[in-house]
């Protein structure tokens, strides 16, 4: 099963910031849409953020809307979640997700391939 790999995460004081990178030496990202979750231990996950393969940016949890961004680095394979602002309710293990058809799927089901995730810790 091709897996992608999530880094970037860890403590950060209220109020910071933190950079995850999505990744993988398994296969290309570029034609696909790779989507950006989170999920708190006992509650289900939720989308992010989702970028298509030609930059069409879908948003996800309305919570997190202004204090995100996402962005592909096609040349270094490689999807950003830019978080910024964190507060202590976005403390989860954040996860990307690949949607081979390219359609930034609101269904979780859709999307092919996942990370085992990054965790983030917002405390101070």
């Known amino acids: 099963q091709l897996q992608l790999v999530e880094s970037g995460g860890g403590l950060v004081q209220p109020g910071g910031s933190l950079r995850l990178s999505c990744a993988t030496s398994?296969?290309?990202?570029?034609?696909?849409?790779i989507g950006w979750f989170r999920q708190v231990p006992g509650k289900e996950r939720e989308g992010v953020l989702c970028i298509s393969s030609s930059g069409h940016i879908t948003n996800g949890e309305d919570s997190v809307k202004g204090r995100r961004t996402i962005s592909r680095d096609n040349a270094k394979n490689t999807v950003y979640l830019q978080m910024n602002s964190l507060k202590p309710e976005d403390t989860a293990i954040y996860y990307c997700?690949?949607?081979?058809?390219?359609?930034?799927?609101?269904?979780?089901?859709?999307?092919?391939?996942w990370g085992q995730g990054t965790r983030v810790t917002v405390s101070s």
């Open positions: 997700a690949a949607d081979v058809t390219d359609r930034c799927s609101g269904r979780l089901n859709e999307y092919d391939y």
């Open positions: 398994e296969f290309t990202l570029d034609n696909f849409a």
